[in-house]
């Protein structure tokens, strides 16, 4: 019996953790997660952009040129740079999204 409770004891702690890794890195919590697997980082001045392989969109000088005139109209900075995801399709976005989408997804089909 006590066997059998050291065994729980031990595996129930590592299933947690690897399902816990497995939401970070490919699940609902991947947009929190440090590392983004399968993605491309582009670092600009006042972004960074995480592509995933098979995007479309490639103007993300864009978007840059945007976060100053936002940060003006607010009146407030950015505390750090804003990380934007760009997924190559919507079955990829629905994967790695806690939200349904809403206002917070913009489906863009060329840029």
Known sequence: MRRKIKTVAIALPVIVLLL???ELLW???FAYSPVKVGFIKHELPN?????EKGSTLSSYEAIDTLIPSIEEFHALGFKS???????S???SYHQRSIREPGYLYIPIVAC
């Open 20 to 22: 816990f890794s497995y």
């Open 27 to 29: 699940g609902k919590l």
């Open 47 to 51: 972004i960074v952009v995480f592509t």
């Open 81 to 87: 740079k804003p990380e934007i995801l760009i997924f």
């Open 89 to 91: 399709d919507e079955a």
